[in-house]
């Protein structure tokens, strides 16, 4: 990721109604990198394929729109799996900041 005078922007389009997911659009001009779209988040019946046992959690739809000229979509990946990791895992944000 572009380590100066790039711009992350988070939208959060679960916020009101029945935003459940989007398709973000990264407008070109000056700072725009990456944008990201949170969808409104559901308790949902989670299966394992594995055993047939479930659990119930919290899930959120997750888009991400990259301007490709700037960032390669390896880059951003590996930025989300960094992201997703922190986002489940809060308390390794603040192990890593150590």
């Known amino acids: 990721m572009p380590k100066r005078g790039g711009t992350l922007t988070v939208s959060n389009v679960g916020a009101i109604g029945a935003g459940d997911s989007a398709a973000p659009v990264l407008v070109p001009g000056p700072g725009g990198v990456v944008i990201v779209a949170i969808g409104k988040a559901k308790w949902v019946w989670d299966v394992d ?4 046992s479930g659990e119930k959690r919290l899930k959120a739809g997750i888009s991400w729109s990259a301007d490709h000229r700037v960032v390669e979509g390896a880059e951003l990946a590996a930025f989300v799996e960094c992201w997703r990791g922190h986002v489940e895992n809060p308390d390794r944000m603040i192990a890593d900041s150590f």
């Open 49 to 52: 394929r594995a055993d047939g």
